[in-house]
C-alpha cells in the first residue's frame, strides 16, 4: 500500500507542456478558500497543472505526495497515522531528525484518539507554512482519510490545502454542510479547450504536416 510523504521540493513542470493560463487563474482564485480539491480522471493533467501553479507562485508551498514505503509492514505506523504525519511534515517546517521524529509522535497520538488541537501545541516552536499541495488523495484508501484532512485544517487555522484527486469523494459531497470553504476545480473545467487544443498542435508542430 502507498504511504504519503513530502516531496522534496515540488516536481518541476515540464518545458514542453502547454501551460494553461485560465486555469492558472482558476487555482488562484479557489486557493483563498482552505481546500481546494482538483478533480479529474487519470491523464486529465492534474498533477502537471499543480506542478506548474506551484513554479509561478511567490511562496513556495510543501508538496505530499503517496510513495511505496521501505519499510517492513509490521514496522509502520498504521495508516491514519502515516497519513496524519505526511500532513503534518508538510504544514510545519522541520528542520532536523528530532523535529521529524516529533511529528510522527504527534500523528500517531492524533490517529490513536488524542484531539489534534490539542496535541498540535507539541509542535508551537515550528514555524508554519501557509500552502500544501497533496497528490492524488484518492490513493488514500481504507482510513478516514477525507475526515482527517478536515480535521488537519480546523486544528491549523491559515493553513490552504490544495489537493489532487481521480475520484469524486465524500468532502465535495457533503461540502455544502461543511464550516469550511471547499472550493472544486472539476473534470469540466480541466477539459481542454478549442484553443488550448490548436495551441497545443501549434507547438507540437503536428498542425503543419
Known sequence: MPH???VPGPPRPNPLVLSRARLLHALDDASAAPL???RGPDGAGKTTLLQDWAAVRDRPAAWVSARRSAMAPAEQPGPSARFLSA????AFEVPGPADAALIEE??????????LRSVLSRLAHLPARELLILEDLHLATGF???D???????AVPGLRIVASTAALGSIE??????ELDVAVIGPAQLAFTVEECERALVGSGLRDQ
Open 36 to 38: 481546494t480539491l482538483v
Open 144 to 146: 478516514p482519510a477525507e
Open 4 to 6: 504519503f510523504a513530502v
Open 106 to 115: 504527534v500523528g500517531r497520538e492524533a490517529a490513536e484518539g488524542a484531539e
Open 173 to 178: 459531497l457533503r461540502k455544502a454542510l461543511l
Open 87 to 90: 500532513l503534518l511534515a508538510g
Open 148 to 154: 482527517l484532512l478536515l480535521d488537519m485544517l480546523r
